[in-house]
Structure formats: C-alpha cells, structure tokens
C-alpha cells in the first residue's frame, strides 16, 4: 500500500480518476491547493475509476443524495469548505 495526494478543485462536483479501490483518506489544504490523500494498492494496480467527489460551502444546501464525509478544510480568508465523495 501507498499514499498518493490528488489535487482537486473547490467546485460543486468533479470527477476525480483514482486507482481501482482506492480508500480516500482525508482532505486538506496544502498551500494553496485543495487535495485528497489516498490508500492505493501498488502492485499490479493500473485500472482506474472515476469517483464523484462533491466541495460544500457552510451554510449551502445540499440534497440528501448517499455521500460519504471525507473532511472539512478551513481557508485563510476563514470560509469552511465541506469535502464529501457521492455513493
């Protein structure tokens, strides 16, 4: 197993390609950039999926669409930013 970092972007929802059964682990900002760790089995492993991974403001609505909770990320300027991936 090994950790890699994938860049995304604070938008709605986006379509991130990560390796077949990857286990999203957290997300954070690094620097600038908003990010997701995740666990990736190494060996043998170049089949990829793409997974949704959806970016809430504080106070926004969302629907009760089946999400998963992977964090929520504080930017300098004090807005908080709510990191699900939908089931």
């Avoid at 090994?2 to 972007?9: A, D, L, R, S």
Wanted: with cysteine; aromatic share 8%; hydrophobic share 35%.
């Amino acid at each position: 197993m090994t950790i890699y970092k994938y860049p995304i972007k604070i938008t709605d929802s986006q379509k991130v390609k990560l390796p077949l059964n990857a286990e999203i682990l957290t997300a954070q900002m690094q620097g600038e950039t908003l990010c997701l760790w995740a666990k990736v089995e190494e060996v043998g492993n170049t089949s990829t999926e793409e997974r949704t991974i959806e970016v809430f403001g504080t106070g926004h609505p969302m629907s009760d669409d089946a999400r998963r909770y992977i964090g929520t990320i504080q930017i300098h300027v004090g807005a908080l930013w709510h990191v699900f991936e939908r089931e």
